[in-house]
Structures are given as structure tokens and as C-alpha cells.
């Protein structure tokens, strides 16, 4: 049960007017007739969802790779609704897409991370849904930049589109590997406090790009206030066409969902402890940079100790203390940190600094 207060603080959206975490489940790609519906008709059984998801049209980054069945599974889906009374949802990257989905009579719509990144093609679709009534979920874009995920809901908004909810799917990145798509739960916690009226769901298969961490990723995402979850399942998830290492049976699917514990309950003051994991994970996440930019800032520390050491110059240079101890003060001073709490910062800062320089004139004795 949701209680009142729950209610009006957030989600007066029709995604959330019934339970928390809503859930959806379903394959990455509709790839055959069976296995849409052998994959809903086991999850029907399963009880752990409440929303069919299968890609019709899929954005893939290869040419000649599986680009979706297209309109040909749209049927399929409505067998789906027939057999499991499932709603199904379906990503639109066009307003094709969207006028073929609204005649089969898909229920919900969602916008690809693809697709978020481009506002031409966002406000293609917003202006097929123009007087439409149907719910949108809109993934954020690929890349870090929650200014255009906000900019996608202000077209949908502007076109008439009442029920908007988001997508966190994570951000693409050069070299990562223990993500498919790195979460950077700070930007999503910034496209909440900027639309808190929206329900937000975590898509831990794009995060994860791995079925081993999807129910940590999931876990967090509900810790964090999250209202749902997306989650990629499969009758037969190894011979998927698409997205195979991440995608899940409906039995694997089950236990993750299990797995997933509530920490605060509705009765209880779950909303400002979650708050409080937000604030959190956005100071971690601070002082993570932080932490790297000091690095970066030692680095550059000992190349001046190189240099120094190739043209016997001194370490520690009195003019040039001075002159970091004034720079740093008037910054802060513009930045509304005391005085007393600069010098104490950047008195600890120079002398590793001191100590790092050392090291490379030792190092080359
Ligand atoms: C998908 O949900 O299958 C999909 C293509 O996701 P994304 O837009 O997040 O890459
Ligand atoms: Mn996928």
C-alpha cells in the first residue's frame, strides 16, 4: 500500500499509483513469434512483472547486425496482451514508429538512449503524439549530459504528453569494463531533483551489460528512490539475437527481483532516508573527483620536481608559496570558504606536494 503522503510528495503518475518497484520484463529484441510469447507466458507465471517490454526496431551501433523484426512483431505483442493481459511497451525512434505502435495498440511508449541524444528525432515523436494519450518513458541520452535528458521530457511536455516517466540506463564510456554503460547515479539524482514529479526507473541490463551485477545495480537503484525496474529477459538467453550477456530467464529474472529488498517501508520514513542516499551518493561522488583532480595535480607536482632537478633549482620556493597561499585564498574567498579552512587545505596539499617532488629527486640519485 501507498500512503498518502507518498502520493502527493511524488508520483501522482499512473506508473506508480499501484505498487513500488513497477516493474518491466521482457526480451531485448522480439525475435520470433514463440519467443515472445513463450518469454511473457513464463513470466506470467513467474508473477514478478508488471509490464512486457521487446524492441521491434532495434538502434545497433554495426550495420548488418540484428536491426529488429520490425512491424511484423507488432502482432505478436497483442498476443502477448490477449494471453497474459500484460501492457506492452515498445521503443519508438520515429514518428513511424509511433503511429505503427499506437495502431496495434501498444500501451506505453519509450524513447531509446539513441534517440534522447538527438532533438531533432525527439521532437519528430513529440509531434506525432501530439493529442495522443499514451505514456512515454524517455532513457537518458548515451552520453553524460543530463540537459538534453531534460530538454527530451520538456518536447513530450510541450506536445501534450501527460504521462512521462524516465529511463536511467547509464552512460557510455571510453575504456570502461566493469559497465556496459557507466550508471553515474549523480546525473539521474540531478534529472530527479529537476523533475520530481516523474517516476524514475533504473534499467540495470544496459548498466550492467552482464547478468553477475544485475541485482546489485538494481538493489542500489532502489535504495536510491527509484521506482522501478527494467530488466531484459529471455526464454533463452544465450541464443538471443541481440544483448545476449546481459539478458536473463524468467526464472533468473524471478530471483533478482526476490533478491531485491525494500530497506524503508512505506509506513516507515523511507522517502527521507532515501533523500539522505541521494545527498550521499552525490558528496561520494564529489570527493571521488576531488580525489582524482589531486592526483592529476600531483602528477603535474612531479614533473616540476624533474624539471627542477635537471636545472638545480630548490624544491621549496618561498615566493611561490606565497603566491599559491594568495591565489587560493581569493578563490575561496569568491567561493564562500573561509580563510582558515583554505590555508589549512592547501598547507596539506603543497606539502605532499613537497614530499612527491622529493621522491623524483631521489628517485633519479
Ligand atoms: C533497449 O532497451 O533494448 C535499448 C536499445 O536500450 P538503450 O536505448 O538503453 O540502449
Ligand atoms: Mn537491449
Same mark, same amino acid.
Given at each position: 500500500m501507498i500512503n498518502e503522503e507518498f502520493k502527493k510528495s511524488k508520483?501522482?503518475?499512473?506508473?506508480t499509483k499501484e505498487k513500488r518497484p513497477i516493474v518491466i520484463a521482457g526480451p531485448c529484441s522480439a525475435e520470433t513469434e514463440d519467443q515472445v510469447i513463450q518469454t511473457a507466458v513464463r513470466l506470467k507465471e513467474i508473477g514478478k512483472s508488471d509490464i512486457f517490454r521487446a524492441g521491434i526496431w532495434k538502434p545497433r551501433?554495426?550495420?548488418?547486425?540484428?536491426e529488429g523484426v520490425g512491424v511484423k512483431g507488432l502482432p505478436w505483442l497483442k498476443t502477448v496482451k490477449e494471453l497474459t493481459g500484460f501492457p506492452v511497451t515498445v521503443e519508438v525512434a520515429k514518428a513511424s514508429h509511433v503511429e505503427l505502435c499506437l495502431e496495434n495498440q501498444v500501451d506505453i511508449l519509450w524513447i531509446g538512449a539513441r534517440t534522447t541524444v538527438n532533438p531533432f528525432a525527439v521532437q519528430e515523436i513529440a509531434e506525432a503524439l501530439k493529442s495522443v494519450d499514451i505514456p512515454v518513458l524517455i532513457k537518458n541520452p548515451i552520453n553524460p549530459d543530463v540537459a538534453l535528458w531534460i530538454g527530451a521530457v520538456e518536447r513530450l511536455r510541450k506536445s501534450g504528453v501527460k504521462e512521462l516517466g524516465a529511463i536511467h540506463r547509464g552512460f557510455s564510456n571510453l575504456g570502461?569494463?566493469?559497465? $556496459?554503460?557507466?550508471?553515474?547515479?549523480q546525473i539521474a539524482i540531478e534529472f530527479m531533483r529537476n523533475n520530481p514529479d516523474l517516476p524514475m526507473l533504473c534499467d540495470p541490463s544496459h548498466i550492467c551489460g $552482464?547478468?553477475?551485477?544485475l541485482q546489485e545495480i538494481g538493489q542500489k537503484a532502489m535504495d536510491l528512490d527509484y521506482d522501478g525496474l527494467m530488466i531484459e529477459t529471455h526464454i533463452d538467453p544465450d541464443n538471443a539475437w541481440s544483448d545476449a550477456m546481459q539478458q536473463v530467464t524468467p526464472e533468473t529474472f524471478a530471483s533478482i527481483i526476490s533478491g531485491?529488498?525494500?530497506?524503508?517501508?512505506?509506513?516507515?520514513n523511507f522517502r527521507l532516508q532515501s533523500k539522505l542516499d541521494q545527498l550521499r551518493e552525490l558528496i561520494d561522488n564529489i570527493d571521488d573527483e576531488i580525489i582524482n583532480l589531486l592526483s592529476n595535480r600531483m602528477s603535474v607536482s612531479r614533473d616540476i620536481g624533474l624539471y627542477k632537478k635537471e636545472h638545480d633549482m630548490t624544491i621549496y620556493q618561498h615566493k611561490r608559496w606565497n603566491e599559491i597561499i594568495g591565489r587560493t585564498c581569493k578563490q575561496g574567498e569568491k567561493s564562500g570558504l573561509s580563510e582558515e579552512f583554505i590555508l589549512k587545505y592547501i598547507s596539506a596539499v603543497h606539502d605532499e606536494s613537497i614530499d612527491q617532488q622529493g621522491q623524483v629527486m631521489k628517485d633519479g640519485e
Open positions: 508520483k501522482v503518475n499512473w506508473l551501433t554495426s550495420p548488418g547486425s540484428f570502461e569494463t566493469y559497465y $556496459r554503460n557507466r550508471p553515474q547515479w $552482464r547478468r553477475d551485477i531485491i529488498k525494500l530497506k524503508y517501508d512505506f509506513e516507515d
